[in-house]
């Protein structure tokens, strides 16, 4: 709990639900005639409606980006460190909108939202959606909130590649887009650690097939061993080494399988057992499934330039040196195809220790750069 | 299996078991009173007892390294490519021994073994064992085989690991140590790895606290899983993406949670089915403890160069540039401490793509270097 909001911060907020009636055709297939998505806006939207900017997030993140609900609250939002008055989103400069993307389970429709069809939660019934459903969706967002186009669309990793789509999607409404440790697609690595998180999930027995809230039980283990891989992910070898190295949670080794030995087991189990009490696994599934699925270059026979050439948005490229969950190779990989593709793209490699969860962090070099690229977009 | 059995094998083996009755103190602090090891022999002892090489395995490995078992086997032992006739271990020249560590599911007393106190599988009741009294216990089957010092001792990964005690253990035993892919301590990031692994064995129902056995079930999910994550860090990011790349299972994706979307997935799924209807869940915890434990410098404020200072051997050192389970780092580390210890070290690092299972590849720049030093060890 603050003791007092920060100056810098944008103070108390409020999460406000939109209603769709409009019926939503997904990539699967499958439509959405009905949802709901729940947003915080930070921020005022200039005169122009020039001065817009759209916050996307990653896997387990949600709507609430910056600030604080109560006083009680013992975080800010998620993004906290890059969004505020003065900050490298500056709310004295920019309206910023930030959703919980449909699938979630943060207040948007999602597996745990009840079907009307069977007046049940969805559970496993939700359709798969995919980053570009999700842009979709978010256009719908702009439209009521009176936003033509973007002053920028910006997202870290997952929300990196929600920022691209919207170049692809909607060229006209996105003026610039800034794509933080991201990737242009899943290398097969990325794709088989969500294989295991999946398969953790699927095949605990409490998931029932994806209706496990009918049964008043959660696929804990599960979910706990999904976000435990995850986490490995998230963090370099390096930051690992240095905020736990082999240090010992007692004094001595006890040799046997319940005891935790080392303070990194402790710390993953923690990690996992916070994170399977808050989120749903049906979402967990979807969101690396919207993962592994992104691919824009797969239409244009892998010729990512080709994809992007339709963009008319300038780009800012950010990576960091230890992440290996999406490397800066990856974001080269993006770079390069937005050069062929004759596009604006400032690329800045961050040397950091913290692997992709640097995005999160407010690391100096990191945060100037940002802010530097945001304050030099008009409005 | 084979046609015929080819001119650079070591033929049809048989393994052959050994039992001991003396007790053997164990590291955690308990005592095996009585336990078998199972091993083959390839190549003929020499009449003075000093062409013996011993031969370490790695966390899922076992005695059964290299030949047949019989003309219906359809693959020949695990480091087959390197042992025989003319190959890098040359049983021309040398006597091969090759066991299944205490605690392991292939033959040696394990967790599956009957314990004598209950007249039950020991299950969950198997003492942890350590890299330490695995060298203990092969010093001992050494001893039965008449054989006083080991011209070398061999190991990848988690056998490099034993290779090196030996030379700390039984200085005036080893000529040779030869460690391949291997590290002188795990790192976090390993350690969490192994305790995900373990969470997932731990947390299935059907695991029973290590008695499974007892119900006729096995935790066949867990295992799996733990197989899973294990793989794709045998693999490098590299070598997953020339594998399989983006390929998809069939002809167009389903969005679905239940099919098998891309290749990459159906190949985790199958490696981890195959494996856990053949490896024993106990064992796999066994192995990855013995993994944590070993840090042989511990004992010397972390200086490892002090910890090998009472070595006799020298030492052929080799890592492969895509390993990132056990990296060339790690084998640096290894290298520059025996510098330090003013011992004789060779030490390559292989141009390989194929990550940490580099070690049981035919890579010809390897198995040149590794052919190359065995060669020149007097017999």
Not at 29 to 48: F, H, K, S, V
Request: aromatic share 10%; proline share 5%.
């Amino acid at each position: 709990m603050p003791t007092a909001i920060p100056a810098d911060s944008v103070g108390l907020v409020s999460p406000k639900v939109e209603h769709f009636a409009e019926p939503l055709a997904l990539a699967c297939g499958r439509t959405l005639n009905d949802y709901q998505l729940i947003y915080e806006t930070y921020g005022e939207l200039n005169a122009a409606r020039s001065n817009a900017v759209l916050i996307c997030h990653a896997l387990s993140g949600h709507h609430h980006a910056a600030g604080f609900h109560d006083l009680n609250e013992r975080k800010p939002g998620w993004w906290d460190s890059c969004i505020g008055p003065g900050k490298a989103i500056d709310t004295n400069r920019f309206f910023v909108v930030s959703l919980n993307n449909l699938g979630g389970c943060n207040g948007s429709t999602g597996p745990s939202s009840t079907n009307p069809l069977t007046g049940k939660p969805y559970g496993a019934d939700f359709p798969v959606v995919t980053v570009e459903d999700w842009v979709n969706s978010q256009a719908r967002l702009a439209n009521v909130l009176g936003i033509e186009q973007w002053a920028a669309v910006v997202g870290g990793s997952l929300g990196g590649m929600q920022a691209m789509q919207w170049t692809m999607s909607y060229p006209e409404r996105v003026r610039h887009c800034v794509a933080i440790a991201s990737a242009p697609k899943l290398s097969a690595q990325n794709i088989a650690f969500n294989e295991v998180a999946r398969q953790a999930i699927l095949s605990d027995p409490e998931f029932h097939g994806g209706h496990f809230q009918e049964r008043n039980v959660i696929p804990k283990r599960g979910l706990m061993l999904a976000r435990m891989v995850g986490h490995i992910t998230y963090l370099s070898d390096d930051a690992m080494g240095t905020k736990f190295g082999r240090g010992l949670k007692s004094e001595k080794l006890n040799y046997d399988f319940n005891s935790v030995e080392f303070q990194v087991e402790s710390y993953l189990r923690y990690q996992g057992e916070e994170f399977s009490s808050r989120f749903d696994a049906n979402t967990y599934l979807l969101m690396t499934k919207a993962l592994d699925y992104f691919d824009p270059a797969a239409a244009y026979n892998d010729d990512l330039a080709k994809a992007l050439s339709t963009a008319k948005a300038d780009f800012c490229v950010i990576s960091f040196t230890t992440d290996w969950r999406f490397s800066p190779e990856r974001s080269h990989e993006i770079v390069d195809a937005l050069m062929a593709a004759r596009k604006n793209v400032c690329y800045l490699e961050v040397d950091a220790p913290q692997g992709h969860d640097a995005f999160l962090i407010p690391i100096p070099r990191y945060l100037q750069a940002f802010r530097g690229y945001m304050n030099r977009i008009a409005v």
